[in-house]
């Protein structure tokens, strides 16, 4: 049971109307993608060491956009987060400088279509 659900089912419990709204479908990686493989040998090129590739378990556009393009390629990157979700939220300029050279390199190896 998800635990918005488990939150759902106390307040109404209690007397109160709720509704839910507003979910992300979810998102499975493709761990073999060519996506990830070319994002993979253009990180190592760049920085001489392999990147940590994870996968995460949170609400991302990914899911989205996966359930409109179910057979389009997707990697989900970006720049270190401090303080997600909160008034203080911000980005590592250190760390958003790395990703732009990343991000694109990743394009320039892009195989071209025909």
Same mark, same amino acid.
């Given at each position: 049971?998800? &635990? *918005? ?5 106390? @307040?109404?419990? %209690?007397? =109160? ?6 979910? =992300? ?7 073999? $993608?060519?996506? &990830?493989?070319?994002?993979? *040998?253009?990180?190592?090129?760049? @920085? ?11 609400? &991302? ?5 996966? *359930?409109?393009? /179910? ?14 979700? $909160?008034?203080?939220?911000?980005? $590592? %300029? ?7 050279? @990343? @991000? ?6 892009? /195989?071209?279509?025909?």
């Amino acid at each position: 049971m998800e &635990l *918005s659900d488990k939150i759902y089912n106390i @307040f109404t419990k %209690i007397g =109160y109307e709720c509704s839910l709204s507003g979910g =992300y479908p979810g998102w499975e990686p493709n761990v073999n $993608s060519e996506t &990830l493989k070319n994002a993979i *040998s253009s990180y190592t090129r760049l @920085f001489t060491n392999k990147p940590k590739v994870n996968v995460i378990h949170a609400g &991302l556009e990914c899911g989205i956009i996966g *359930s409109h393009y /179910p057979d389009m390629e997707m990697i989900s990157f970006g720049p270190t987060i401090l303080g997600a979700h $909160s008034p203080d939220e911000r980005a $590592s %300029i250190k760390s958003t400088q790395k990703f732009w050279i @990343f @991000f694109k390199e990743i394009l320039k190896n892009i /195989p071209k279509s025909n």
